[in-house]
C-alpha cells in the first residue's frame, strides 16, 4: 500500500510556472506508476501524465504536451510535475495517483490517490 500527498499547488499568472510534488510513503515506490490528474470547475477527471516506476517512460495529454514535464525521484519517493507557459484553463485541482501493474492514463486503473492541491491560473 502506498499514501499519496501532493504539494506545490497555488496562484499563479497565465504564462507562469510551478512545479508540483507527489511524495509517496512506503519502501517500494519504484514499484509504482504515478500518475497525475486535474479536475477543473464543473468538470470531470482527465488525466495529465503519467510515468513509469524507473521513470524511463512517460505519457502526456496532448493538452499538456511541451509544457509539462513529469519526472521522478525514487530515493526521495517524490514524483514531480513541472508546468510551464500556464493558461487559465489549466486551473483545477491536482491530483495524483499510484498503481502498480498499468502504464495508462485511465483514471479507474489506479488503486491510490492523494488529497490533491489546487492550481490557480489568472488571465
Known amino acids: 500500500q502506498v499514501q499519496l500527498v501532493e504539494s506545490g499547488g497555488g496562484l499563479v499568472q497565465a504564462g507562469g510556472s510551478l512545479r508540483l510534488s507527489c511524495a509517496a510513503s512506503?519502501?517500494?515506490?519504484?514499484?509504482?506508476?504515478i500518475g497525475w490528474f486535474r479536475q477543473g470547475p464543473g468538470k470531470e477527471r482527465e488525466f495529465v501524465a503519467t510515468i513509469t516506476g524507473a521513470g524511463g517512460n512517460t505519457i502526456y495529454a496532448p493538452s499538456v504536451k511541451g509544457r509539462f514535464t513529469i519526472t521522478r525521484d525514487n530515493a526521495k519517493n517524490t514524483v514531480y510535475l513541472q508546468m510551464n507557459s500556464l493558461k487559465p484553463e489549466d486551473t483545477a485541482l491536482y491530483f495524483c495517483a499510484a498503481n502498480r501493474i498499468y502504464y495508462t492514463s485511465a483514471a479507474t486503473r489506479y488503486d491510490y490517490w492523494g488529497q490533491g492541491t489546487q492550481v490557480t491560473v489568472s488571465s
Open positions: 512506503g519502501r517500494t515506490f519504484s514499484d509504482y506508476i
